[in-house]
């Protein structure tokens, strides 16, 4: 079974061989798609750990304040999108709510897809946030209210600085996650990498080289991901601190 | 808002889902025991501290980890049927995949449960006569297996929700058995809301158990 690389080289409804490997006008090779696949991949990961970030920790946030009704908001919000699989959630934009909502129907797949992925994982990172501002010690919120800072304030000022900080190393892992996950999307079409996969590997009957290539794409940009994460730890890490040094 | 449930009945129910709904458990609970099996054997080697043993142990939990899972279960449904010199199935598969991809998962959580057994364990286990492997089997890994059960239940109630990718090889499982219904009667939204409900309950109610188990095991230790 011999691997035949070359197959990247091939214009994709023509099928002949490129000499350069790569198309030019409306001529498009397999190593074109990849790269353009791949963009997908990384655009879906990116906006979708946007709203992650964002969701995840106001409900996050939410969780940990005094305001019973708010903490109860921020609970079944996290319950909710941590307990129906990331499938099932795309199904739920893609095919549901336009069909509830007709105004819906209009609204691109893709962003479907990111708000799909992006609030999915707001719950996994609203549960890193509530630990990680439930892990400072109860008098730092008391000390921010004694001098006289509003609540938000003392959020703002004295627990989310330290708790963001603390929860950097399991919100690296919640954003490698991200883009492993965001393979979940080809089930609606979108012309990311797995789809790009499915799709190139049909044409060519080259699958084992196809898929390769899409894992090492995938690992490429996981560890991207988690490069750039340490280097953002490293440059927000508080003196004295255990990693601090 | 123009949805309608009333063609769920039990009968429609009982001919496309349950099928689905037994295959996703009996995949769930073969991929649980198997996974924590290989992957306790997997953390063993990890901490045996033997390079021949450590390094393939090391990098076969990490190459798992580090691809998504539907790329896993691409690979082994392209893969198997040229190992094998027959095609095998997609419910088997799936079997086989969810069984070695959550070994990786698995050998971590049950890496750090052997980690957090005290070290005097071990010495007094050699002290009292025993070799490694009655130490692990009589003292270590039980205690390792006790600390880590709430997370390992958590980890199985993830690997439920990912047998719904199972999706990718066209294997009949829970999300399948709903999909097909709603096509059968053109109410595609219906049925994807209902299979979302029953996710959410069944995956609730265990996390709740979880939970509760959790405190129980505290007042243990």
Redesign the interface.
Known sequence: ?AMDWGVFCKEITSGDQVASCWGSGADVTYLNWLLKAWGWTLSVAALALIVALVVGALVGILRTTPNRKLALFGEVWT??F????????I??WY??LP???KSLQAIPSFVLVVFALGLFTSARISEQVKAGILSLPKGQRHAGLAVGLTLPQTYRYVLLPMAFRIVIPPLTSES?NIV?????A??VSIAEL?SF??QAGEETSR??EM?LA??VT??IS??AVNRVMAAVEKRVRVPGMIGGR | MNLDFTFLTWGVISSFVVKGLLFSIQLTLVAMVGGIVIGTLLALMRLSGMPALVLPAAAYVNTMRSIPLVIVILWFFLLIPLLLGRPLGAEWSAVITFTLFEAAYYSEIMRAGIQSVPKGQVHAGYAVGMNYAQTMQLIILPQAFRNMLPVLLTQTIILFQDTSLVYAIGAYDLLKGFEIAGKNFNRPAETYLVAAGVYLVICFSLSLLVRRLNKRIAIIR
């Open positions: 079974m319950e909710l941590r307990n129906i699989p990331l499938l099932v959630q199904f739920l095919h549901v069909t509830m909502f490698m492993k996950n965001s393979s979940v080809f089930a797995t996969y499915l699958n084992i898929l899409v894992t995938y690992f996981a560890f």
